[in-house]
């Protein structure tokens, strides 16, 4: 245990506000201002265009006690919750860092927006169960005055898990502990699952587990810009840039077993702007990396990692760029509107899309499958060969597929143990981490959002205790292990 001498939260940490600051949005009357000095000047020049003074618009504030590296679904579930949960309304000043507003190599353009409650792991399962709620009551937490209310197209088909005999009694472990926590799961044998969904082929299948509720897929593009429409009308600032360094100051410190360690503080973020070589300095009292695929550089820049091999300071963030395709097919003689999302015991996923007859699916690839993450380039051969022959077993209407169009996108892949990492770095103590979900990130955004921003403001997990989630497991090599992943 290191002996505390920094606080966690924003009590004496947050900034004091400047006035006049002309690159914030904190200063409320500049804009004001600078439509005055234009009038002016056109008074005295008519006819002319008064464009003399640079627009700063764009430019990210000087001072913000929240600064958060990621503009995707984790991000801006921060951002939400710590708005939301602030005890004086515009008393917590938050800055969104996207470096691509087109999410064009982010994890939400691989998601196929699926919610599912079938997990090993109870926080997991529980991070879950709170998403279906929130998504179920959707324009309660995100509805915006005058704009239109939020359709998620939630299609609440649920998840049907296959086994086989070797992993049918973890299955059965895993729906023990799914029930347990309030999930609404049940077993079904290979002669029941044929009467329900007489299309599929059980060979091989010893059990199957369905969830009844709360479960199934939404519009994941809807969900990224319900949040992002919605913490702007919250306050929150956003800008599109490249946090490229971070000043820090630190101190040296013993830990209860004599270890010396060095405890570091951000105090301020450096963004690159945009198509620029420019770059903005920006205090903050608070960073939070949700980077997805690259959060690990962004701790990197803060020093993680960067002590020697087999101490907490030589700790690296293990989460990397992994590279996974969504395929896209017509198949007319395919299974029906009730057919839920189907997990094969090969690996190989699929659900339908839509009204026309088309599925979309994949599989995740092995260690020795894994693809090379410096590109996007879709391996059509990788579907041929390792994905469409497990469909078409499973579902013999599949054996008349056509492909249609396919995809790639990142994944924040845990390397460790395949689970989120969630709350402060120990020794870089105003780093918070809401990265590594491994492909459930999407899902679990609003609880997980929720629980970074308590550990803020009130300094521990208070609806959902995520410290099996914490990052001191990279260091102690105790594994958080979820067993149920796609």
Not at 162 to 171: G, I, N, W
Request: glycine share 10%; aromatic share 10%; hydrophobic share 35%.
């Amino acid at each position: 245990m290191i002996r505390r001498v920094l606080p966690h939260g924003l009590g004496r940490g947050l900034l004091t506000r400047r006035p006049g600051t002309r690159r914030g949005g904190f200063s409320l009357d500049w804009d004001g201002k600078v439509s005055e000095i234009k009038k002016k000047i056109k008074s005295i020049l008519p006819g002319t265009s008064c464009d003399l003074l640079p627009d700063t618009s764009h430019l990210p504030p000087e001072h913000s006690d929240v600064v958060i590296v990621g503009g995707g679904v984790l991000g801006l579930s921060v951002a939400y919750w710590l708005k939301k949960l602030e005890s004086r309304r515009g008393g917590i000043r938050v800055l969104v860092v996207e470096r691509d507003h087109t999410y064009s190599q982010a994890s939400i353009g691989l998601s196929v927006g699926g919610i599912c409650q079938q997990f090993s792991l109870p926080e997991n399962i529980q991070l879950s169960l709170f998403s279906a709620s929130f998504l179920r009551n959707i324009n309660e937490y995100l509805a915006v005055t005058n704009a239109p209310p939020l359709d998620l197209q939630f299609n609440p088909s649920g998840y049907l898990l296959l086994a086989s005999e070797k992993d049918a009694a973890a299955m059965e472990s895993n729906v023990k502990v799914q029930k347990q926590e309030g999930a609404k799961v049940c077993l079904m044998s290979p002669d029941q699952l044929r009467n329900k969904f007489p299309w599929i082929n059980t060979e091989g299948v010893a059990l199957a587990s369905y969830g009844m509720e709360n479960e199934g897929w939404f519009d994941p593009w809807c969900l990224l810009q319900g949040l992002r429409q919605k913490v702007e009308s919250m306050g929150v600032f956003f800008c599109q840039g490249e946090v490229t360094r971070f000043v820090s100051s630190s101190q040296r410190m013993l830990t209860t077993d004599d270890e010396m360690v060095i405890l570091k503080r951000i105090h301020e973020v450096h963004v690159k702007m945009d198509h620029s070589l420019e770059y903005q300095p920006v205090e903050c009292a608070i960073v939070i990396n949700a980077a997805g695929a690259w959060s690990a550089q962004i701790a990197a820049l803060a020093g993680i990692g960067k002590g020697p091999p087999g101490t907490l300071q030589g700790t690296k963030l293990p989460v990397e760029p992994r590279k996974r395709y969504v395929y896209v097919w017509h198949c007319p003689q395919g299974p029906g509107l009730e057919t839920p999302l189907v997990a094969d015991t090969s690996g190989a996923y699929f659900r339908r899309e839509g009204l026309g007859s088309n599925y979309l699916g994949g599989r995740s690839p092995t260690e020795e499958e894994e693809p090379d993450p410096t590109n996007l380039e879709v391996d059509h051969d990788f579907f041929q060969e390792k994905v469409w022959p497990h469909l078409a077993l499973r579902v013999p209407a599949f054996e008349t597929l056509k492909v249609q169009t396919a995809w790639a996108a990142y994944d924040d892949y845990n390397t460790f143990d395949q689970n989120g990492v969630v709350g402060p770095h120990p020794l870089v103590v105003n780093m918070y981490f809401a990265t590594g979900f491994s492909g459930h990130g999407l899902q679990q955004a609003p609880g997980v959002g929720r629980a970074v921003a308590e550990m803020i403001l009130q300094g521990s997990f208070q609806t959902i205790d995520l410290s099996s989630f914490l990052f001191n497991r990279f260091y102690s090599g105790e594994k958080t292990q979820e067993n149920n992943t796609m």
